[in-house]
């Protein structure tokens, strides 16, 4: 079975250019999240979609982050402009879950590791 | 906004010794997942309470789900130094919400278990 995939794993920019980070999350899985994890803050959700529709965005630091899931296989994170707060690593994570579901087992990727110079 | 705090943030034992890692809050979730993570790779699920009171065992790991569902614990026996690795408890909303399996995750304990 084909976990969830993430790309690029290691992503090294500067800043001002744009970003764009790829998920492809586990076929029949109908939420996707992402995540952002740093030292100070541990593990930030930024936004989630169900049914390939956002749910909640009210994570997104800032109008610079914008997150598309434009089918039930493929969601892009793009940055941009990106500056060398963005630094982090940023996971996606699906699962199956209904409107009301409150323990359903999120299953992540290995992330991408971003760094902005 | 429903928080939740982890501690010890960090623990460093050897191997063979016990520990215990907790996870609280001030608010009611329907259940807590606890996850752990390797360098370089996502976390991974390794159990979900859901009935207040809940104790699940994993070999060596046992798992408590407070009476209240405010807080849970993770106790370890015997650590072993593959055990070591990050930590996360995540809570979900109480039932009856719209949470599409949304979590919140705690800080996390960063445990190193040293042979």
């Known amino acids: 079975d084909a976990g969830v995939i993430q790309s690029p794993r290691h992503e090294v920019t500067e800043m001002g250019q744009e970003v764009t980070l790829r998920c492809k999350p586990i076929?029949?899985?109908?939420?996707l999240f992402w995540y952002r994890q740093t030292m100070m803050r541990g593990l930030e959700l930024l936004i989630y979609?169900?049914?390939?529709?956002?749910?909640?965005d009210s994570g997104m630091p800032e109008d610079r982050f914008s997150a598309k899931m434009p089918n039930a296989s493929f969601s892009t994170l793009k940055i941009q402009p990106s500056e060398p707060r963005d630094s982090a690593v940023y996971f996606c994570?699906?699962?199956?879950?209904?409107?009301?579901?409150?323990?359903?087992?999120?299953?992540f990727g290995n992330g991408t590791r971003l760094t902005v110079t | 906004t429903q928080l939740l705090e982890q501690s010890p943030q960090f623990l460093s034992i050897q191997e063979g010794e016990n520990l215990t890692v907790y996870c609280n809050s001030s608010?009611?979730?329907?259940?807590l997942q606890w996850y752990r993570q390797e360098p370089g790779e996502g976390p991974v699920l390794l159990v979900t309470?859901?009935?207040?009171?809940e104790v699940k065992k994993l070999k060596r790991l046992t798992f408590q789900f407070g009476d209240a569902r405010k807080d849970s614990s993770l106790h370890i026996t015997a650590a072993q130094p593959g055990d070591t690795g990050l930590y996360l408890c995540a809570g979900s909303a109480v039932a009856g919400g719209t949470s599409y399996g949304k979590l919140t995750f705690g800080q996390g304990t960063i445990l190193t278990v040293h042979p």
């Open positions: 076929s029949g899985h109908n939420s």
């Open positions: 994570a699906s699962s199956f879950a209904l409107m009301s579901s409150y323990n359903s087992p999120l299953h």
């Open positions: 309470v859901v009935t207040g009171g």
């Open positions: 979609f169900n049914n390939n529709v956002p749910i909640d």
């Open positions: 608010s009611v979730f329907s259940s």
